[in-house]
């Protein structure tokens, strides 16, 4: 089957439209969370660019249209990286600049060559920067806690493979031009658009997985505003503020801190397999469990989907020993009282000021490391983290 331009582009406009819609609907109905609607900006850019696009193909707008076409472009894998640094719960203001910014400068790129400049008007700024994005966005996707999570390997995929298209796209424009026989078979507008396409329909169904994943933690902390969720469990923001002030404060008097952390394995797999409310009581358990079962002086917080941070003063490494393992061993109290054929993987982890100093990052490394070992191990309920203890044995 023979497809021409006009064909082809309007397929990529009807999947890009119908994905986009699909997924900003399903943003409102969910009053999804920040990342969410960054996300569904980035499809209406895309709507929005399949717009200024087809103007231009109808003859009005000139190279108007084209500049308008070129930055909504950018700004759709822009927000992408975006809506992942906002999922990691990164700093987003610095980012946002520089999205914006890129925006400016490809549509002032084309603007710049004006007429002159033909249907490719500006377009190596674009395809520069369409790279620069994706790859930042598919290496965001590997980093934590988005990176642990299944689903997500495979929207780095689809990035990678956006970055290294327009790469080679764009040396290819460069070296031989957008005229010659190389550029037009390989690289032309009619393989971009299929290429586009099928990126676009991968995107919006990991895009809604990964928010299916975090559909039972949004229940929790959507309608908050003072830094902790509705079950009285700090958000991972506001724990990972109180972690270094807490761990400054025990370094002035060389006192002995234990962050704890609680990780559980298989919470998709329960959803898949029993269903959403049974995922969602177990959830629930969990975080209430980890927040019955901690010290009543300690801090109690999440971090990412499936770990939860407990701040706890100990006297000793085996008081520190205790108290994880008390809460290990709540869990599954709480656990059975759900059901006593779903249970969950966990593990705990533990990292000790005085194994690994007074270091917040260091601490939370020690922690998140030894908890994922427990998790996956069976001889192992706790675990202490840090260079030399990593793979004790605990209680």
Excluded at 54 to 74: D, P, R
Excluded at 269 to 293: E, L
Excluded at 309 to 314: F, N, Q, S
Aim: glycine content about 12%; overall charge negative; aromatic content about 8%.
């Amino acid at each position: 089957m023979n497809f021409d331009l006009a064909t082809a582009s309007l397929m990529t406009a009807f999947v890009a439209n119908v994905a986009g819609v699909l997924f900003i609907v399903d943003t409102l109905l969910r009053r999804d969370d920040a990342a969410g609607r960054i996300w569904a900006i980035a499809f209406l850019s895309g709507m929005a660019t399949t717009v200024a696009y087809a103007l231009w193909a109808s003859g009005a707008g000139g190279v108007v249209a084209i500049a308008i076409g070129n930055a909504l472009f950018v700004n759709t894998t822009g927000c992408m990286w975006l809506g992942s640094r906002k999922f990691n719960e990164r700093r987003m203001g610095p980012a946002a600049i520089v999205v914006v910014l890129a925006g400016i400068l490809v549509a002032a790129a084309v603007l710049a060559e004006g007429p002159s400049g033909g249907d490719w008007a500006g377009w190596l700024v674009m395809g520069l920067s369409l790279v620069g994005f994706a790859a930042l966005a598919a290496v965001e996707t590997t980093r934590y806690p988005m990176g642990r999570i299944g689903t997500a390997r495979v929207l780095t995929a689809v990035l990678a493979v956006e970055c290294v298209f327009y790469l080679a796209r764009s040396i290819v424009f460069v070296t031989a031009g957008p005229d010659s026989d190389l550029f037009q078979v390989w690289f032309g507008s009619l393989i971009a658009n299929f290429v586009t396409i099928g990126l676009t329909i991968v995107a919006v169904a990991v895009l809604s997985v990964l928010r299916a994943g975090r559909a039972e933690l949004r229940g929790y902390s959507w309608m908050t505003r003072v830094g902790s969720s509705s079950d009285g469990i700090l958000l991972g923001s506001t724990i990972t503020t109180a972690l270094e002030d807490v761990v400054e404060r025990a370094g002035w008097r060389g006192d002995l801190i234990a962050l704890i952390a609680v990780r559980v394995e298989g919470i998709a797999q329960i959803r898949t397999a029993f269903g959403a409310d049974v995922a969602g009581d177990v959830t629930h358990a969990w975080r209430q469990g980890v927040r019955r079962f901690a010290p009543s002086a300690s801090l109690v917080g999440e971090d990412g989907e499936y770990t939860l941070l407990v701040i706890a003063p100990a006297s000793t490494a085996a008081d520190a020993r205790r108290q994880a393992g008390t809460i290990y061993r709540g869990l599954f109290e709480a656990f059975g009282r759900v059901s006593d054929a779903v249970i969950p993987a966990v593990g705990v982890g533990v990292g000790l000021t005085e194994t690994v100093g007074y270091d917040p990052k260091a601490l939370l490394w020690a922690a998140r490391e030894a908890s994922e070992i427990a998790a996956t191990s069976i001889e192992s309920s706790v675990l202490f983290g840090g260079a030399s203890t990593i793979g004790e044995r605990g209680d």
